[in-house]
């Protein structure tokens, strides 16, 4: 059997050299040359454990060809960028493209499978039109359906190999082949249901994590007025066998938690409100982040304060900075003329004007420490080691670290909802 996998990105490659490494013929397409070339000389344009030996495998064995141009086969597989605009609009051009990109390949007994999130109705609306230019007559002769990836960035093997997997067909034929491919990797339950449904589940998986998470900013903020450390509230809450809160954070990013809820807010405005107020509330994390910064700098009297911001990515050991809080934070804190410098140790190239490559150099003459992510080189970090600060002052927004220690060695600890 061979599959051809379009877009080569964080779910494109990890699962094409999944499918090579099971013995089937895989060929993959990326518009960017660039990543083409690369992969074609077995070098990464993406980070991802265990990737690299897994793709050298494919390679050697003859089983994977990567170009920029799709060819013919019996599976064609879609797991293209499914980004938003400016106006909290899903951009589905990369979605229509690639569809169309297959079109002339496509022959009688295909099977389509989309991969990347969107919007409920995305396949039947805006992909079956596209697939109807081929001729063939969709559920007869060319069949399709919704499999949304389900993996956390970092441990995608594991999870690709035994999270359940959700499979939406137009028609029982096409869920039943999807199935059929998939059970050679996945040991997970594979789910069958139809493709608008499996759109949903896959929104509302990432969408309840959004408001979860907003709902715990919220208690965070209550907490700091009343009196109560929200770390703990929480904690004990859940000890309660049907209460799973998340936790609070200066922020929510990635590039699918803050994302796929606006798809809901964009079909049914009217509806969503719940969905769209706790989009705002994690999206104002940021601001509330560098406002308590400003207010420890009025009520220690410290002007002009710097701060050293720890941690870029937009979650903890990793290295990826797309959609970071962090980020957000940092604009805020340029808004309110706050100085600052910034230290990741996964993120190795300069991104950012005031990015330091090592933690001496982000704390010296800083009078505030701003833990913003919780790498486990924070969480480790000695308070002893840090020196030439001009202020002794530590905010962790991740409740991160020891505060006894930090306290310990003089510093006043700060921690986000408490
Ligand atoms: N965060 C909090 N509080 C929490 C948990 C997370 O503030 O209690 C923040 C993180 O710091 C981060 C953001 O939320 O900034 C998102 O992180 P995440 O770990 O929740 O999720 P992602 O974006 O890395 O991956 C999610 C996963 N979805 C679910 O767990 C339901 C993953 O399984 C999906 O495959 C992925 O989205 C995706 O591609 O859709």
């Not at 060319?142 to 499999?147: A, K, Q, W």
């Not at 009078?367 to 530590?394: A, C, Q, V, Y």
């Amino acid at each position: 059997k061979k599959v051809c996998v379009i877009g080569l990105g964080y779910i494109g490659l990890p699962t094409a050299v999944m499918f090579a490494n099971h013995g089937l013929k895989v060929h993959g397409v990326d518009i960017n040359e660039n990543a083409v070339k690369l992969i074609n000389n077995k070098q990464l344009h993406i980070e991802e454990n265990g990737l690299q030996e897994r793709l050298n495998k494919a390679i050697d064995e003859g089983n994977f060809t990567v170009s920029t141009k799709p060819e013919q086969a019996d599976v064609f597989i879609i797991a293209v960028p499914s980004p938003i605009n400016e106006e909290k609009k899903a951009n589905l051009d990369y979605v229509r493209e690639a569809t169309k990109s297959i079109v002339p390949y496509l022959r009688n007994g295909n099977l389509v499978i989309l991969e990347s999130t969107v919007p409920p109705r995305t396949v039947e609306d805006v992909m079956i039109p596209i697939l109807e230019e081929t001729g063939l007559e969709i559920g007869e002769e060319l069949f399709v359906s919704h499999s949304p990836e389900r993996v956390i960035p970092g441990r995608v093997f594991e999870e690709l190999v035994n999270n359940d997997r959700i499979v939406g067909g137009i028609n029982e034929k096409s869920s039943e082949m999807t199935k059929n491919l998939y059970e050679v990797f996945v040991k997970g339950t594979i789910h069958i249901t139809d493709a608008t449904t499996a759109e949903m589940v896959k929104v509302i998986e990432n969408t309840y994590r959004d408001v979860n998470i907003a709902f715990a900013n919220e208690l965070a903020k209550i907490s700091e007025n009343i009196g109560v450390n929200v770390w703990e509230a929480i904690k004990l809450a859940n000890y309660h066998p049907r209460v799973n809160i998340h936790l609070p954070g200066p922020g929510v990013g990635g590039h699918c938690i803050a994302v796929d809820p606006w798809f809901l807010v964009e079909l049914q405005p009217d509806v969503a409100k719940m969905i769209h107020l706790a989009r705002t509330i994690n999206d104002g994390m940021p601001a509330y982040t560098a406002n308590k910064v400003k207010q420890l700098f009025a009520e220690k009297r410290i002007a002009h304060g710097r701060v050293a911001i720890l941690g870029l990515a937009f979650k903890g050991n990793i290295d990826d900075m797309r959609e970071s809080p962090s980020i957000e934070v940092i604009h805020h804190l340029e808004k309110l003329g706050i100085d600052y410098t910034a230290y990741d140790p996964h993120i190795k190239e300069n991104k950012l004007e005031r990015q330091t490559q090592n933690l001496e150099e982000a704390v010296n003459h800083a009078d505030l420490i701003l833990i913003l992510t919780d790498h486990n080189e924070f969480k480790e970090m000695l308070p002893e080691k840090i020196e030439g600060m001009r202020s002794k002052m530590i905010l962790d927004t991740k409740n991160c670290i020891n505060r006894f220690a930090w306290e310990k060695a003089g510093f006043t600890v700060v921690t986000l909802g408490d």
